[in-house]
């Protein structure tokens, strides 16, 4: 484990690093801008989704990323006329969207503002009821893609911000401003597995120095401008694994994820099912082991696991491999492309 800390705004923020440095190998609607911007949200692997949870009349379930609600819409459809849904968000504009599109719900659908790593006060407080089925959509919602106010696109002009909660102090633009050059290699390869990432933190040095990087298109520009060209993939824009490395700072999204799929299947009705949906290798490596060691006795197959492993198994396996989507869906939906459901039921 490798720490630092980082001082913004008179505050210190921790930032830490699990497993190896750069130089060993890898082990809706939105008035954000001052204008109305229709946002098209389109949620992945839905069918998959509908399938594997079961919705049905009278069930209880739970949405612990609901975003822009269109998961959280078919279950209570399919789960009419007297299923439940809680619906969570640490994201206060996407749960304002949310709550718009469900309020035909009514009742049936209970929104809370929240972070599902705290899904057991979350628990408590609301007194959530044994569930039917658990969804984790750990995506990006297209209100945070596509308003450029947002900061997480390189598609779209923005301030470079990248805060899924804006009562959050630390920006991406405080990461680029202030880390030393080795302090940013070693964040974009580990968060990001970018094997550029020494040349991309220099170039962001570099550039620093002459004016400061606080927008979107800057960030783009300057990782476009340090992978050679002969290296640049048409497959994924060169900015996509440096702004997922940022992303993942600003929002310690890797943080307590393992807790919060164990959370989530201690909600579990004997026969409920827990289902994560994941878009990189770093949230699908922490799904596959924690749930690899929730459905085993004794010894977690990694210590990754460790603070999770039961005593008895908790969980069946449904998935042996992941659920990918589609060609049809891909092409519909290319934010669909890296998504990988798992799938597991409480014993």
């Not at 809680?86 to 304002?96: I, P, V």
Request: glycine share 8%; net charge neutral; proline share 5%.
């Amino acid at each position: 484990m490798w720490n630092w800390e980082f001082e913004a705004e008179g505050r210190i923020f921790p930032i830490s690093f699990a497993g190896s440095r750069l130089d060993e190998p890898p082990g809706a609607f939105s008035m954000s801008s001052g204008r109305l911007e229709i946002i098209h949200h389109t949620p992945v692997l839905l069918e998959e989704v509908l399938y594997w949870l079961r919705p049905h009349s009278g069930g209880s379930y739970l949405d612990a990323t609901v975003g822009l609600g269109g998961h959280a819409e078919e279950i209570l459809k399919q789960s009419s006329p007297e299923g439940l849904l809680y619906g969570l968000d640490w994201d206060g504009d996407a749960l304002d969207r949310a709550r718009s599109g469900l309020q035909a719900f009514g009742k049936r659908a209970i929104l809370i503002r929240g972070d599902f790593k705290d899904l057991e006060e979350i628990k408590e407080k609301h007194r959530i009821p044994e569930l039917d089925g658990i969804l984790f959509d750990l995506g990006l919602s297209a209100l945070q893609l596509e308003v450029g106010a947002r900061g997480f696109s390189f598609s779209r002009e923005g301030p470079l911000d990248m805060r899924m909660d804006q009562h959050l102090n630390l920006k991406a633009a405080d990461l680029v401003k202030r880390l030393s050059e080795r302090e940013l290699a070693d964040l974009l390869w580990q968060f990001g597995e970018e094997r550029w990432a020494k040349r991309i933190a220099r170039k962001i040095v570099e550039s620093r120095e002459r004016e400061e990087i606080a927008s979107t298109r800057q960030l783009a520009e300057i990782c476009v401008r340090a992978i050679p060209a002969k290296y640049r993939t048409y497959r994924i824009h060169p900015a996509t694994r440096t702004f997922q490395a940022l992303r993942i700072a600003v929002n310690r999204e890797l943080e307590g994820l393992e807790e919060a799929i164990q959370a989530g299947v201690d909600l579990l009705r004997p026969k409920g099912r827990v289902a994560v949906i994941s878009y990189h290798s770093l949230e699908d490596r922490i799904v596959k082991r924690t749930l690899l060691s929730l459905s085993k006795r004794g010894e977690p197959p990694s210590a990754v696991s460790a603070r999770v492993s039961p005593k008895q198994p908790k969980v069946l396996l449904l998935t042996k491999k992941p659920v990918t989507p589609g060609a049809q869906e891909v092409e519909a939906n290319p934010r669909s492309r890296s998504a990988k459901l798992r799938v597991a039921e409480g014993i």
